[in-house]
């Protein structure tokens, strides 16, 4: 498994505008992980910005991204990061917000619908309908009332969540190194029991 490349894509928008919003909890996890490892992201010819490193000593090779562009468009770049490392679908994994989940639960799952969510949308689109790629879904609830989601995941987290905000934050980069050390099964047995 070490000779293996994976890349992992935390899903969001750029800016300071979004930088703390809901929509960018991808972003957010791919931070985590990058201070671990005491890592800085590089700009790169597809659109994005990475590091390659090695997940622990003698670990696999893993690529960590951010899109410069908006989410919406996360396909071309991811795609164009997976053709330059020579990473398959199956090592793709993204970290992206759910809207389906409350704040603070996670899911792990390979393919599936992209549940209205328009980064996995492009990214499928890009791998040519080829949805066999792994997704750390990030909770963030359901907006109150009749509030739109779209304006719902471009707000801020509540005084609330943000409190508890940095230990999820973490439990989702542990969530991603879990799935790459141990697989999909265990991972999902230890995170979806949390």
């Known amino acids: 498994m070490a000779s293996e490349t994976w890349l992992i894509a935390g899903l969001g928008n750029p800016g300071s505008r979004y930088r703390h919003t809901r929509h960018n909890i991808g972003h957010m996890v791919l931070d985590e992980l990058l201070d671990r490892m005491d890592a800085s992201y590089t700009r790169t010819k597809v659109g994005a910005k990475a590091v390659a490193a090695r997940l622990g000593p003698g670990g696999p090779k893993v690529v960590f991204a951010i899109s410069e562009g908006y989410m919406n468009l996360s396909g071309k770049p991811?795609?164009?990061?997976?053709?330059?490392?020579?990473?398959?679908?199956?090592?793709?994994?993204?970290?992206?917000?759910e809207l389906d989940l409350d704040f603070g639960r996670a899911k792990l799952k390979r393919g599936g619908s992209e549940g209205g969510h328009n980064g996995l949308k492009s990214i499928t689109t890009h791998l040519g309908g080829d949805r066999d790629y792994l997704r750390v879904r990030a909770g963030v609830g359901r907006p109150p009332g009749r509030m739109d989601s779209a304006d719902y995941v471009l707000q801020k987290f509540s005084t609330t969540e943000q409190k508890e905000l940095p230990l999820f934050i973490g439990r989702l980069a542990d969530a991603v190194e879990l799935l790459i050390a141990e697989g999909l099964p265990a991972a999902q047995n230890a995170v979806h029991q949390s």
């Open 78 to 97: 991811v795609r164009g990061l997976m053709d330059y490392f020579s990473v398959p679908t199956e090592n793709l994994i993204v970290v992206h917000d």
